[in-house]
């Protein structure tokens, strides 16, 4: 299975320490180097910066996108590398929480993922003990999931 996250689902999970839910339910996941730029090269996080370097070649691949599809949509470099991506490595899902990017990669025929349905596909597996809990944590630092 080939598996593309955008930068809101590692931002997330890496703050709160919980990058292995993309391990548990995924095995490995690849990430464009847009994506890579954003999260840790561009991130004044330390948290986060740190969780997913730590991941880095282990279970998250950083890939160049060779594809330059040109978007119906106004979309950030990191949203338009995962799709680029996704192209270029015919993706079976696509992580990402924007509504207006997940609809342009869903136009391209790609099945979407958010965080929160990954969260309540982690709960049900026993891969974490509450969903519910892990959005409080979220809560905490400011970061709400779309739903």
């Known amino acids: 299975m080939i598996v593309i996250s ?15 839910i993309l391990k548990s339910l995924f095995g490995q996941i690849y990430i464009p180097d847009s994506v890579f730029q954003e999260t840790v090269l561009q991130s004044n996080v330390e948290i ?8 880095i070649d282990n ?5 160049k996108p060779r594809t330059a599809y040109l978007f119906q949509r106004r979309l950030d ?7 680029n991506l996704a192209i270029d490595k015919q993706a079976d ?9 997940r609809k342009e990669a869903q136009g391209l025929g790609f099945k979407t993922l958010k965080t929160a349905i990954l969260l ?12 519910s809990d892990v959005i409080k944590e979220l809560e905490k630092l400011k970061i709400y999931l779309a739903t």
């Open 120 to 131: 309540k596909r982690a709960e049900k597996l026993g891969i974490i003990k509450s969903y």
């Open 93 to 101: 899902f696509l992580l990402m929480d924007d509504k207006k990017a």
């Open 6 to 20: 955008n930068s809101s689902p590692l931002i997330a999970l890496a703050r709160i320490n919980h990058l292995f």
């Open 48 to 55: 986060q910066t740190k969780n997913i370097l730590q991941t």
């Open 77 to 83: 470099f990191g949203e338009q590398g995962v799709i």
């Open 59 to 63: 279970y998250i691949f950083i890939v």
